[in-house]
């Protein structure tokens, strides 16, 4: 078959190449999708392809929010212990000295308020190697604890054995190298990653009785870590709700001048132990051990993050009902969302603080008289302005809203602190449609972000043929996430308001409200919700104008209202259960 091969001519044979190499990208693709397949072991293969689908599209238009994500960890392999013998001036035959190796470092996961999402969190994490021992009794370094920070509502859990998608630990790896091997070359391999051996006594030592013995003690050794790691898998695998901060209780007794201790984490993967040097096997009988132990390795385990944004109130409505405007025109414009006349402009969810004084005033209402446009058209009247050279005595955005901070007596932004009297957290969803729960459109698999919220608000589009329609639509793709998740909502937002009556004639205005009649008579027949202890609540509907910021006074106190009830309960119940 070669010769003929040889034989062909040069067409022919780049022909024959192409082939072959055409056969290696089927052979490559066909792997890979064996791969995904294993991935989908709980699925069929159309409705794993549909949500592969959703998740491409929520990652484009460089928008990097990540809710979900698989880790492989691992602790830092621990040092090698040393094997030497003290020597100096007068004594050229002195006691064995050299040091154990260091311990590999830790790593933990520590739940961060900063962060907002899982982009910055490896696929792969390896904690620091510890330090090889030295000559004359000299340890190796500690590897330094390795800080995983996700955000706070981070879910953890410890993927189990049996799914593909776990790694293999420290000791299936080595089997696996091992595969193949002859006897004696696989107990040779072995000795070799666990004993370090004096120059030229490799061979000697294991004939000698003394370290046999040392080598049944750490295969016996050895063992029990490995049963003990199992059980533990098995009967208490990890499992971790990062809710909340993590606070350092400081000791009030320690010296003045010591540096503050920062907050670890959650112990995921411990390090491992340091090799022994040869002072350690030193006795009666073995009074020049010329051998000591390599560093342990690290723990190796496989995590799966899920996040669960902890956003006071949600924001749930279909694609262009107006939510990202509406977070904005709250925010005073520092929300950083997409506006457009399109549908699915919000690819992934957006958190959003609204911070209120005593009066029920709110941050976002000090910027009267701004209009919040589509991006594309502020961004090209920002680009007329630069060319003009408008923005030479023009204010700022802050500058704008503090024009009379010395006649209010505060201001936005750091000038509004001063009378802050309750803030919480608003969250921009991406647009949910009919049978997005069968992963179409974007999905709801971002609906995991608001499992948490306090409350939740349904945003139509009021100028809509049929609003009441879509509410009957938000709510079943609810359900369908998640039975139960609908008693979440609190209010209705009738959105855009202000298309209804643009021309401030009286047949527009009564349209508008008989419409409105209309939706609040829906809401209250065919959308009452229960409440955690069985029963009825209405919703409450608020028309508003989010591109005016009209209305929103309202909108904001009745929210205030929901996120005040619910913390409250919250803290009820934590009272009951430490009683």
């Known amino acids: 078959m070669l010769n003929s091969f040889l034989d062909l001519t040069p067409s022919a044979a780049a022909f024959w190449r192409r082939r072959v190499y055409q056969f290696s990208t089927c052979a490559a693709v066909y792997n890979s999708q064996a791969l995904r397949n ?39 392999k621990g040092g090698n212990g040393c094997a030497a013998f003290h020597r100096e001036k007068f004594l050229p035959f002195g006691p064995p000295s050299g040091g154990n190796g260091g311990r590999g470092g830790d790593v933990y996961i520590l739940p961060t308020p900063e962060l907002t999402t899982l982009t910055s969190v490896a696929k792969r994490v390896r904690g620091e190697n510890g330090g090889n021992g030295q000559g004359t009794w000299q340890n190796g370094k500690n590897g330094a604890p390795l800080v995983i920070r996700v955000p706070l509502g981070t879910i953890v859990r410890e993927i189990p054995r049996g799914d593909p998608r776990r790694t293999k630990d420290e000791w299936e790896a080595e089997a696996e190298a091992l595969e193949g091997l002859e006897p004696a070359e696989k107990q040779a391999k072995m000795r070799d990653n666990r004993w370090v051996h004096y120059p030229r006594y490799s061979e000697s030592n294991v004939e000698r009785d003394a370290f046999k013995e040392a080598e049944q003690l750490l295969f016996k050794q050895e063992r029990d870590r490995r049963y003990a ?38 112990l995921v993967a411990s390090g491992g132990q340091g090799g022994l040097g040869n002072p350690h096997f030193l006795s009666q009988d073995n009074r020049s051990p010329k051998f000591a132990t390599r560093g342990h390795e690290g723990e190796r385990i ?36 997409e506006v457009a006349g399109y549908a699915f402009t919000t690819l992934n969810p957006v958190i959003g603080v609204v911070r209120v004084a005593a009066d029920g005033s709110f941050e976002g209402g000090l910027s009267e008289g701004m209009v919040h446009e589509e991006t594309l058209i502020e961004e090209a009247q920002k680009q007329t302005k630069m060319e003009e050279g408008a923005f030479a005595d023009a204010l700022t955005r802050n500058q704008q809203a503090n024009s009379d901070a010395v006649t209010r007596g505060f201001g936005a932004g750091h000038r509004f602190d001063i009378i802050e009297h309750f803030r919480f957290t608003i969250a921009d969803n991406p647009g949910l449609i009919s049978k997005a729960s069968e992963n179409v459109g974007l999905g709801h698999s971002f609906l995991r972000s608001m499992e948490r919220s306090l409350a939740l608000v349904y945003v139509v589009d009021f100028s809509s043929p049929a609003p009441w329609d879509e509410i009957s639509i938000l709510r079943d793709e609810l359900e369908q996430y998640l039975p139960g998740m609908s ?67 309202k909108v904001v106190g009745l929210m205030q209202k929901y996120v005040v009830e619910a913390r409250e309960e919250s803290e009820r119940e934590r009272e009951q259960q430490l009683s």
């Open 302 to 337: 496989t995590l799966s993050l899920e996040l669960k944004l902890l956003a006071d109130i949600g924001f749930v409505g279909i694609p262009n009902a107006g939510k990202s405007t509406l977070l904005r025109a709250l925010t005073g414009g520092r929300a950083q969302t």
């Open 38 to 76: 294993n991935e989908a072991h709980s699925e069929d293969y159309e409705t794993y392809q549909r949500r592969r689908k959703t998740e491409w599209k929520r990652r484009q238009g460089g928008q990097s929010f990540l809710d979900h994500l698989i880790i492989n960890v691992r602790g830092g």
């Open 229 to 266: 790691r199992r059980k533990r898998e098995i009967e208490h695998p990890i499992y971790m709700d990062l809710d909340k901060e993590m606070e350092v209780e400081e000791d009030p007794n320690l010296p003045l001048g010591l540096p503050r201790k920062d907050a670890l984490g959650h």
């Open 487 to 553: 008693n979440k909502a609190r209010m209705v937002i009738a959105n855009k308001a202000d298309l209804l009556a643009a021309d401030s004639d009286a047949a527009s205005i009564k349209d508008a409200k008989v419409k409105l009649k209309r939706l609040e008579e829906f809401v209250e027949k065919k959308m009452t919700v229960e409440d955690g202890y069985g029963n009825k609540r209405l919703l409450d509907i608020v028309p508003i104008s989010a591109k005016y910021s009209q209305n929103l006074k």
